[in-house]
């Protein structure tokens, strides 16, 4: 007789260890400063007018670092805060080295300086000082950078690829990468979306209170609403430690940080061997490129991204060069292999150079 196969021995796998909770906050070293109650006063005033906690928390980064160097050269009342100080805290900003030796970058050179130039502004309306010595204060010009690194549709899969969907926690990494992917959404907006933010039978996503307090709707693919539903019928009630209505949980479970979901890209990211910077913002930027290649209509992707401008929108044009690099293989005369009329060029070359002749006739 065949011989049975062995039983197998369930063991019970010990939990996670949940870290600690955040320990108790001391005394603020900056509080014995004057200014240190116009600041807060400052920073109230921005909760009360709704602005983002994410906004809050910037500014008052900002303004610490001005109160810290205005105390190290004896200013200690907003009275003593003039354009020329002004002007040369912004100096000091350009100079200032970091520990490695380099500058600070315009955009953190910006975030220094745009906190204090709004903090100026509210204590000459609070009548706190006569005027607004930050009024005329012309801030670092900075210039429109293109994205560092674009994942290739075979990298992306790749990173998809590497979720063990074995397991449920494995479900919910791969349903949080299809989503990311498929819709471009932002760590936080991802984070924040609930349970009945995903519609599954009109195959979108409601996002609340994106960036700047705007709401949007975004489609999602079919493949991604696929592991969506399996997430939510099989894995979600497995990781839940209690009932709450966010829609991605960690391995607590409890609902997610947009930290852990940059964590989890990050780990993918780095299993599937793709050894490039960024996390969950690669997926974003993914999505755009590549429905740009496809096509895609740079209106409807700024409704999808949720810009506010599309000239942020367009700064994907001139990284998705597909068609670009079809027109220049097609008539630069330095190239390997030539083909002696347009019949015979290959369907998308031949296509560009079609394109490229209707602008020329439009003209």
């Known amino acids: 007789m065949p011989r049975k196969p062995p039983l197998r021995v369930k063991v019970r796998r010990p939990c996670k260890v949940k870290p600690p909770g955040p320990k108790k906050r001391a005394d603020d070293p900056l509080a014995r400063l004057p200014m240190y109650v116009y600041?807060?006063?400052?920073?109230?005033?921005?909760?009360?007018?709704?602005?983002?906690?994410?906004?809050?928390?910037?500014?008052r980064h900002g303004l610490r670092r001005f109160l810290v160097w205005c105390d190290e050269r004896g200013l200690t009342q907003p009275s003593d805060i003039t354009?020329?100080?002004?002007?040369?805290?912004?100096?000091?900003?350009?100079?200032?080295?970091?520990?490695?030796?380099?500058?600070?970058?315009?955009?953190?050179?910006?975030?220094?300086?745009?906190?204090v130039k709004l903090w100026c502004k509210w204590l000459a309306r609070e009548n706190h000082i006569l005027y607004n010595p930050a009024s005329e204060l012309e801030l670092p010009r900075q210039g429109k950078r293109l994205p560092r690194v674009i994942l290739s549709v075979p990298e992306v899969e790749a990173m998809l690829a590497q979720a063990d969907v074995q397991m449920?926690?494995?479900?919910?990494?791969?349903?949080?990468?299809?989503?990311?992917y498929s819709a471009g959404l932002r760590r936080t907006e991802t984070a924040n979306l609930a349970l009945y933010d995903i519609d599954f039978t009109r195959r979108l996503a409601v996002v609340r209170e994106g960036k700047g307090r705007r709401d949007r709707v975004v489609p999602i693919g079919e493949r991604a609403l696929?592991?969506?539903?399996?997430?939510?019928?099989?894995?979600?009630?497995?990781?839940?430690?209690?009932?709450?209505?966010?829609?991605?949980?960690n391995?607590?479970?409890?609902?997610?940080?947009?930290?852990?979901?940059?964590?989890?890209?990050?780990?993918?990211?780095?299993?599937?061997?793709?050894?490039?910077?960024?996390?969950?913002?690669?997926?974003?930027?993914?999505?755009?490129?590549?429905?740009?290649?496809?096509?895609?209509d740079i209106r409807f992707l700024q409704a999808m991204l949720g810009h506010a401008s599309l000239e942020t929108t367009e700064v994907y044009t001139h990284v998705a060069i597909e068609k670009l690099q079809a027109i220049h293989?097609?008539?630069?005369?330095?190239?390997?292999?030539?083909?002696?009329?347009?019949?015979?060029?290959?369907?998308?070359?031949?296509?560009?150079?079609?394109?490229?002749?209707?602008?020329?006739d439009a003209a």
Not at 226 to 246: C, F, T
Request: proline share 7%.
């Open 39 to 59: 600041m807060n006063a400052h920073l109230e005033w921005m909760r009360v007018i709704s602005y983002s906690p994410e906004t809050v928390r910037t500014n």
């Open 83 to 115: 354009k020329q100080v002004l002007e040369r805290y912004q100096r000091h900003l350009f100079y200032y080295r970091k520990a490695d030796g380099k500058p600070m970058s315009l955009g953190a050179q910006l975030g220094c300086l745009l906190p």
């Open 168 to 180: 449920p926690a494995g479900v919910r990494d791969r349903a949080l990468l299809e989503l990311l």
């Open 226 to 249: 696929q592991w969506l539903d399996k997430y939510v019928m099989e894995a979600r009630p497995l990781l839940l430690a209690h009932e709450h209505p966010m829609l991605f949980v």
């Open 251 to 296: 391995d607590y479970g409890e609902p997610a940080h947009p930290d852990f979901i940059a964590d989890r890209v990050r780990k993918y990211k780095d299993y599937a061997g793709i050894r490039k910077p960024g996390a969950a913002h690669l997926l974003r930027h993914a999505c755009a490129t590549h429905m740009l290649e496809g096509g895609a």
């Open 329 to 360: 293989a097609a008539t630069h005369p330095a190239r390997l292999h030539r083909q002696e009329s347009a019949a015979e060029a290959p369907p998308a070359e031949r296509e560009a150079l079609d394109a490229l002749l209707a602008e020329d």
